[in-house]
């Protein structure tokens, strides 16, 4: 395993679905984020977990959405009751703590459309 | 209130010229500044950081310079080649509590003619 793998790819749901997004981070890799990019935008923070623990939560998730990081592996990203302001891309990323000099490994995202 | 800026949404060089990609900032807190590149339907690819007490760090043809005084950063790229073509975005980790966290510019579409 070499990078950050994010499932599914793309999916398009009806406004008012729950949907749930997965992400496998690099495996040395105790650090994971979750960012959201709009068109035109750059990725902006969404959540951060050390192993486990949700260290972080920005303002931008509403209580529609929540993160879990069961046993510092993988993570999801749930979604409920979906709205068309949530079709975006998903970003997962994970680092080591030396982030200034290394950055993050982001993985290739999965492009939500809600119609 | 945005802390990194990239004021040129787009560029376009000629194969084999220099691309310089500029971006400024506006919090001193930042302590670490890197460079991602973005293909489309793809995830951003880390390309070059630099840390706030040096002016200059190279990587092959990436070269990035930081002005710290003008808060300004830029990515020179020599030469540039097809393949550069991409958005690249600017980010920015800052010191103390949140040093997890980067914040990112909007991005410039970077476009080479061959």
């Known amino acids: 395993d070499t990078g950050v793998s994010q499932n599914p790819r793309h999916k398009i749901t009806k406004r008012g679905q729950n949907v749930t997004f997965r992400c496998d981070p690099i495996s040395e890799h105790n650090r994971l984020y979750w960012y959201r990019q709009t068109l035109g935008q750059g990725p902006e923070f969404l959540t951060y977990f050390q192993n486990e623990a949700q260290l972080e939560k920005s303002r931008l998730l509403s209580d529609r959405f929540s993160a879990e990081r069961p046993k510092g592996s993988f993570s999801t990203l749930e979604i409920q009751r979906t709205e068309q302001g949530d079709s975006a891309m998903y970003l997962c990323a994970s680092s080591l703590p030396l982030l200034g000099r290394y950055g993050y490994t982001f993985g290739s995202g999965t492009r939500l459309t809600v119609v | 209130d945005q802390q990194v800026k990239q004021n040129s949404p787009s560029l376009s060089v000629q194969e084999g010229r220099i691309s310089i990609l500029n971006c400024d900032y506006t919090?001193?807190?930042?302590?670490?500044f890197l460079w991602y590149k973005k293909y489309p339907a793809e995830g951003p690819t880390f390309l070059i950081s630099i840390s706030s007490i040096k002016d200059k760090n190279e990587d092959g043809r990436f070269t990035v310079f930081l002005n710290k005084s003008a808060k300004h950063l830029s990515l020179h790229i020599v030469p540039s080649q097809p393949g550069d073509s991409a958005v690249y975005f600017c980010a920015a980790s800052a010191l103390g509590g949140s040093n997890y966290k980067l914040t990112f510019g909007k991005g410039t579409l970077l476009t080479v003619n061959p």
């Open positions: 919090n001193s807190m930042f302590d670490y």
